[in-house]
Protein backbone atom coordinates (compact mmCIF):
# COMPACT_ATOMS: atom_id res chain seq x y z
CA UNK A 1 0.00 0.00 0.00
CA UNK A 2 1.09 3.73 0.22
CA UNK A 3 2.41 3.86 -3.91
CA UNK A 4 2.68 6.87 -5.62
CA UNK A 5 2.54 7.04 -9.23
CA UNK A 6 4.19 10.80 -10.78
CA UNK A 7 4.01 11.27 -14.66
CA UNK A 8 5.48 12.18 -16.90
CA UNK A 9 9.33 10.41 -15.14
CA UNK A 10 11.11 12.85 -18.10
CA UNK A 11 9.88 15.62 -20.35
CA UNK A 12 11.62 17.87 -22.75
CA UNK A 13 10.46 21.54 -23.52
CA UNK A 14 11.34 24.49 -24.76
CA UNK A 15 11.82 27.80 -23.56
CA UNK A 16 8.75 29.77 -22.70
CA UNK A 17 6.63 27.18 -22.53
CA UNK A 18 4.43 25.08 -19.89
CA UNK A 19 5.09 21.76 -18.68
CA UNK A 20 2.29 19.98 -16.07
CA UNK A 21 3.40 17.09 -13.87
CA UNK A 22 0.92 14.73 -11.81
CA UNK A 23 1.27 13.15 -8.88
CA UNK A 24 -1.40 10.42 -8.28
CA UNK A 25 -2.02 8.08 -5.12
CA UNK A 26 -2.69 4.92 -6.20
CA UNK A 27 -3.67 3.34 -3.07
CA UNK A 28 -5.33 5.85 -0.80
CA UNK A 29 -6.08 8.96 -0.36
CA UNK A 30 -3.86 11.76 0.21
CA UNK A 31 -5.11 15.29 1.90
CA UNK A 32 -1.42 16.45 1.89
CA UNK A 33 0.90 15.78 -0.65
CA UNK A 34 4.50 18.20 -1.19
CA UNK A 35 6.50 19.29 -4.25
CA UNK A 36 10.29 18.73 -3.91
CA UNK A 37 13.47 20.09 -6.07
CA UNK A 38 16.28 18.28 -6.10
CA UNK A 39 19.34 19.36 -8.16
CA UNK A 40 22.31 16.63 -8.65
CA UNK A 41 23.92 15.86 -5.48
CA UNK A 42 22.27 17.72 -3.57
CA UNK A 43 19.10 17.22 -1.05
CA UNK A 44 15.44 17.38 -1.77
CA UNK A 45 14.60 21.06 -1.10
CA UNK A 46 10.45 21.54 -0.47
CA UNK A 47 8.88 23.61 -2.67
CA UNK A 48 4.96 23.60 -1.45
CA UNK A 49 2.66 21.91 0.66
CA UNK A 50 -0.59 21.10 -1.70
CA UNK A 51 -3.75 20.49 0.58
CA UNK A 52 -7.06 19.08 -1.18
CA UNK A 53 -9.66 21.99 -1.90
CA UNK A 54 -7.11 25.02 -0.69
CA UNK A 55 -4.66 26.97 -2.06
CA UNK A 56 -1.21 25.52 -1.57
CA UNK A 57 1.28 27.00 0.96
CA UNK A 58 4.67 27.77 -0.71
CA UNK A 59 7.95 27.99 0.55
CA UNK A 60 9.78 31.61 0.97
CA UNK A 61 11.86 32.08 -2.10
CA UNK A 62 9.17 29.60 -4.63
CA UNK A 63 7.64 31.79 -7.25
CA UNK A 64 3.88 31.22 -6.50
CA UNK A 65 3.20 32.30 -10.45
CA UNK A 66 5.74 30.16 -11.96
CA UNK A 67 4.85 26.67 -9.94
CA UNK A 68 1.33 26.42 -9.93
CA UNK A 69 -0.27 23.45 -7.88
CA UNK A 70 -3.44 22.04 -8.07
CA UNK A 71 -4.83 19.42 -5.74
CA UNK A 72 -8.54 19.03 -6.56
CA UNK A 73 -8.69 15.77 -5.77
CA UNK A 74 -7.48 13.34 -2.78
CA UNK A 75 -5.61 11.33 -5.51
CA UNK A 76 -3.97 13.92 -8.05
CA UNK A 77 -2.39 17.25 -7.02
CA UNK A 78 -0.21 18.56 -9.64
CA UNK A 79 2.31 20.88 -10.53
CA UNK A 80 2.54 23.41 -13.76
CA UNK A 81 5.56 25.16 -14.64
CA UNK A 82 5.05 28.12 -16.37
CA UNK A 83 6.92 30.22 -18.60
CA UNK A 84 9.43 27.47 -18.30
CA UNK A 85 13.35 28.29 -18.60
CA UNK A 86 16.70 26.57 -18.11
CA UNK A 87 17.22 27.48 -14.55
CA UNK A 88 14.09 25.68 -14.08
CA UNK A 89 15.42 22.45 -15.32
CA UNK A 90 15.49 19.87 -12.52
CA UNK A 91 14.41 16.87 -11.27
CA UNK A 92 10.97 17.29 -9.08
CA UNK A 93 9.06 15.01 -7.00
CA UNK A 94 6.36 14.54 -5.19
CA UNK A 95 5.41 13.05 -1.84
CA UNK A 96 2.28 12.31 0.34
CA UNK A 97 1.62 11.69 4.09
CA UNK A 98 0.91 7.98 4.38
CA UNK A 99 -0.95 7.67 7.82
CA UNK A 100 -1.86 4.40 7.78
CA UNK A 101 -0.22 1.67 10.20
CA UNK A 102 3.67 2.59 9.80
CA UNK A 103 3.12 6.35 9.20
CA UNK A 104 5.47 7.81 6.59
CA UNK A 105 5.91 9.86 3.98
CA UNK A 106 5.91 7.84 0.45
CA UNK A 107 7.32 9.11 -2.92
CA UNK A 108 6.62 9.38 -6.72
CA UNK A 109 9.67 8.34 -9.02
CA UNK A 110 10.43 12.21 -9.52
CA UNK A 111 10.13 13.96 -13.04
CA UNK A 112 13.60 15.00 -14.61
CA UNK A 113 12.53 18.75 -16.45
CA UNK A 114 15.22 19.80 -18.97
CA UNK A 115 14.36 22.84 -20.76
CA UNK A 116 15.91 23.94 -23.99
CA UNK B 1 14.09 27.07 12.13
CA UNK B 2 14.32 23.35 11.86
CA UNK B 3 17.76 22.10 10.29
CA UNK B 4 19.01 18.65 9.71
CA UNK B 5 22.95 18.06 9.74
CA UNK B 6 24.48 15.53 7.81
CA UNK B 7 28.02 16.42 8.28
CA UNK B 8 30.16 13.54 5.93
CA UNK B 9 28.97 14.00 2.61
CA UNK B 10 30.51 11.02 1.41
CA UNK B 11 31.39 7.64 3.13
CA UNK B 12 32.92 4.33 2.27
CA UNK B 13 32.45 0.74 3.63
CA UNK B 14 33.86 -2.53 2.56
CA UNK B 15 31.59 -5.40 1.77
CA UNK B 16 29.89 -7.03 4.55
CA UNK B 17 31.33 -4.44 7.44
CA UNK B 18 29.37 -2.25 9.60
CA UNK B 19 29.24 1.60 8.57
CA UNK B 20 27.13 4.48 10.73
CA UNK B 21 26.04 7.60 9.46
CA UNK B 22 25.53 11.01 11.51
CA UNK B 23 22.85 13.08 11.64
CA UNK B 24 21.94 16.13 13.93
CA UNK B 25 18.81 17.94 13.95
CA UNK B 26 17.63 21.14 15.78
CA UNK B 27 14.18 21.21 16.89
CA UNK B 28 12.42 22.80 19.97
CA UNK B 29 9.12 20.31 19.89
CA UNK B 30 9.24 17.36 22.15
CA UNK B 31 7.21 14.87 19.35
CA UNK B 32 8.49 14.44 15.85
CA UNK B 33 9.24 11.85 13.77
CA UNK B 34 12.64 11.26 12.71
CA UNK B 35 13.64 9.04 9.11
CA UNK B 36 15.93 8.05 7.12
CA UNK B 37 15.70 7.75 3.41
CA UNK B 38 17.82 5.91 0.68
CA UNK B 39 18.20 7.09 -2.47
CA UNK B 40 19.53 5.05 -5.05
CA UNK B 41 20.64 6.18 -8.50
CA UNK B 42 17.05 5.49 -9.43
CA UNK B 43 16.26 9.02 -7.73
CA UNK B 44 13.12 6.91 -6.21
CA UNK B 45 13.52 7.91 -2.36
CA UNK B 46 12.95 4.64 -0.26
CA UNK B 47 12.01 4.70 3.13
CA UNK B 48 14.60 2.88 5.59
CA UNK B 49 13.99 3.53 8.92
CA UNK B 50 11.77 5.18 11.08
CA UNK B 51 12.11 6.75 14.85
CA UNK B 52 9.16 8.39 16.72
CA UNK B 53 10.77 10.94 18.94
CA UNK B 54 8.50 9.41 22.07
CA UNK B 55 9.70 6.04 22.24
CA UNK B 56 13.08 4.96 23.90
CA UNK B 57 13.89 2.55 22.10
CA UNK B 58 16.41 2.47 19.18
CA UNK B 59 14.40 1.83 15.96
CA UNK B 60 15.54 -1.73 14.17
CA UNK B 61 15.26 -3.07 10.33
CA UNK B 62 17.17 -6.12 9.89
CA UNK B 63 20.45 -4.94 9.02
CA UNK B 64 19.76 -1.51 9.76
CA UNK B 65 19.30 0.29 12.98
CA UNK B 66 19.39 3.27 14.33
CA UNK B 67 21.01 5.42 17.72
CA UNK B 68 18.67 8.02 18.91
CA UNK B 69 19.96 10.65 21.63
CA UNK B 70 17.13 12.78 22.15
CA UNK B 71 18.68 14.98 24.29
CA UNK B 72 21.48 15.40 22.23
CA UNK B 73 19.68 16.08 19.13
CA UNK B 74 21.57 13.13 17.46
CA UNK B 75 19.65 10.24 15.06
CA UNK B 76 22.67 7.98 13.90
CA UNK B 77 22.34 5.30 10.63
CA UNK B 78 23.88 1.79 11.27
CA UNK B 79 24.56 0.02 8.56
CA UNK B 80 25.61 -3.95 9.42
CA UNK B 81 26.95 -6.63 6.95
CA UNK B 82 26.93 -3.93 4.26
CA UNK B 83 25.93 -5.30 0.66
CA UNK B 84 26.70 -3.66 -2.92
CA UNK B 85 22.90 -2.66 -2.98
CA UNK B 86 23.37 -0.27 -0.06
CA UNK B 87 25.10 2.00 -2.17
CA UNK B 88 23.65 5.10 -1.98
CA UNK B 89 22.78 8.52 -0.72
CA UNK B 90 21.23 8.88 2.20
CA UNK B 91 19.47 11.28 3.74
CA UNK B 92 18.03 12.30 7.51
CA UNK B 93 14.98 13.27 7.38
CA UNK B 94 12.89 15.38 10.75
CA UNK B 95 9.20 15.57 10.60
CA UNK B 96 7.21 18.23 12.45
CA UNK B 97 4.00 20.19 11.57
CA UNK B 98 3.52 17.78 8.38
CA UNK B 99 6.79 19.12 6.44
CA UNK B 100 9.28 16.48 6.00
CA UNK B 101 12.83 18.73 6.41
CA UNK B 102 16.28 16.84 5.10
CA UNK B 103 19.88 16.91 6.01
CA UNK B 104 22.26 17.43 3.15
CA UNK B 105 22.47 13.68 2.38
CA UNK B 106 25.70 11.04 2.68
CA UNK B 107 26.72 9.19 -0.11
CA UNK B 108 27.43 5.96 0.71
CA UNK B 109 30.33 3.85 -1.52
CA UNK B 110 30.27 -0.32 -0.59
CA UNK B 111 33.51 -1.48 -2.23
CA UNK B 112 33.77 -4.93 -2.97
Known amino acids: GAVVSQHPSWVICKSGTSVKIECRSL??????MFWYRQFPKQSLMLMAT?????????EQGVEKDKFLINHASLTLSTLTVTSAHPEDSSFYIC????????????FGSGTRLTVV | AQTVTQSQPEMSVQEAETVTLSCTYD???????LFWYKQPPSRQMILVIR??????QNATENRFSVNFQKAAKSFSLKISDSQLGDAAMYFC?????????FGQGTELSVKP
Open chain 1, 95 to 106: SAIWTGPNYGYT
Open chain 2, 93 to 101: AYNQGGKLI
Open chain 2, 27 to 33: TSESDYY
Open chain 2, 51 to 56: QEAYKQ
Open chain 1, 27 to 32: DFQATT
Open chain 1, 50 to 58: SNEGSKATY
